[in-house]
């Protein structure tokens, strides 16, 4: 049986004072207390910061000042953190259940060693915390870096990445970053390990859904990037004709 693995949570916002709070109160409630938490602020100018000083949490970090958007915030989160396992819980989002870090915690102990990415799980709710349906992508049992070829499998936000092997978010992308991120990090891990649960709550507003057309034109060059262009193209037009056949 593997040691108890630290989770780096790391929280991103930006004038995030309307959604903070249950993101906070997820964390507060986690039965799992192995972790440090980060939360890296863009310099908002509501109440954001205050919401998350007064929330009770010890947090290790609290960064407040300009970025240079999403992913840089990002970055300067890995910078900080000290864990095994990188965890980003964007504001709005929250764990699934109190036991949620004890679930992946446990996931990584059964292994001899701590696997490299631990992965689950994604529940959509909407603003008022109510369950709207489970992501329609669902994670497959086993996953390696071809995974992705057919759409991002797992949810950013479900997926935690060993951080000796993570490597900083590609600044050059605006809103999918975080596909080329997890499919770096799935080339250099040896070990993936599905937790065989919901691990989070993911809010209906990402940043990506609100440029869905300039998030999937990025995501198109990413895929071609590490699949290749025709392939890549081959595959759309799959989707586009899948899409057809189900309406």
């Not at 593997?2 to 004072?17: V, Y």
């Amino acid at each position: 049986m593997g040691r108890e693995p630290k989770f780096s949570i790391i929280t991103i916002t930006f004038n995030a004072a309307s959604v903070i709070e249950p993101t906070l109160q997820s964390v507060l409630e986690q039965t799992y207390t192995n972790y440090e938490y980060l939360l890296i602020d863009g310099g908002s100018k509501d109440n954001t910061v205050a919401k998350a000083k007064a929330s009770g949490i010890e947090f290790a970090h609290i960064v407040s000042e300009p970025d240079n958007g999403l992913y840089d915030a990002m970055n300067k989160g890995i910078a900080l953190a000290t864990g095994d396992y990188l965890c980003f819980l964007n504001a709005g989002d929250g764990f699934h259940t109190p036991d949620t870090l004890q679930t992946i915690a446990n996931a990584a102990m059964a292994e001899e060693i701590l696997p490299d990415v631990l992965y689950g799980e994604t529940a959509e709710v909407d603003e008022e915390r109510r369950f709207v349906r489970m992501r329609r992508l669902q994670a497959p049992k086993e996953l390696n870096w071809r995974s992705f070829r057919n759409g991002m499998m797992v949810c950013h936000q479900a997926f935690y990445a060993r951080r000796e092997i993570a490597p900083m978010y590609d600044l050059k992308y605006r809103l999918s970053s975080d596909v080329d991120w997890c499919i770096k990090v799935m080339k250099r891990a040896e070990k993936l390990v599905n937790v065989n649960a919901t691990v989070v709550n993911y809010l209906q507003n990402g940043l990506s859904l609100q440029h869905h057309r300039a998030s999937l034109k990025e995501r198109f060059w990413i895929m071609s990037k590490h699949y290749g262009f025709l392939p890549t193209v081959g595959r759309h037009l799959w989707f586009i004709i899948r899409a057809m056949i189900k309406r």
